[in-house]
């Protein structure tokens, strides 16, 4: 049974690393059609598959407390953030031909050059690190916990200080709009 273990390599995938795969996959797919589409809507929605994706893909190496709050953090505010955002300032429902600034192909060769680079640093920083199955779980919530409060507190709060200045905002705009729309018709009473 260890002589099997040890003869494992990539072209004997095991069912985790095949789900893996696969979910990955999807995930991409998603990832691309939030960014291609021209409906804000579906965008949001798609990015919520592409979200809860990332949050399985967690739950399959095993760091279930990085998934529980991929899928509360993310899926659950910065999407619901998002999907406020655009019904407060009324955005198009329907397809929005602004969505579209006529530079996809430079678009598409940054957003490729910028995942090359990323996948050759990646690959090139880990190539020779294997992840020790007996140690302690590195996705565990005290190694999670001791990580994010000790180096990673500035920029979480940071982040919290934006979204918030971004739910504040969209407030400010639909208001403007609907004063402005009230002033208006005032004025058409008046004359």
């Known amino acids: 049974m260890i002589a099997a273990a040890e003869t494992h390599g990539f072209l004997s995938p095991t069912g985790v690393e095949i789900a893996f795969l696969l979910v990955g996959l999807a995930t991409l797919g998603a990832a691309v059609i939030t960014v291609t589409t021209k409906q804000l809507v579906h965008a949001a929605l798609w990015l919520v598959v592409a979200l809860g994706g990332l949050a399985v893909e967690y739950l399959l190496l ?62 090139d920083a880990f190539r020779t690190t294997w992840i020790d199955l007996d140690g302690p779980a590195q996705g565990s919530t005290q190694v999670s916990g001791e990580i994010l409060f000790r180096h990673w507190v500035l920029p979480f709060e940071a982040l919290s200080v934006l979204l918030l200045a971004a739910l504040v905002g969209a407030i400010v705009l639909s208001r403007k709009d609907a004063h402005d729309a009230e002033a208006a018709m005032d004025s058409e009473g008046k004359s």
């Open 62 to 123: 095993t760091a279930e407390f990085i998934a529980w709050v991929q899928v509360l953090i993310y899926v659950g505010s910065v999407v619901v953030l998002l999907l406020f955002g655009l019904m407060l300032t009324k955005a198009p429902i329907g397809r929005s031909p602004d969505a579209d600034s006529g530079n996809r192909w430079v678009a598409l060769s940054v957003a490729v050059a910028a995942a090359g680079s990323l996948v050759w640093v990646v690959v």
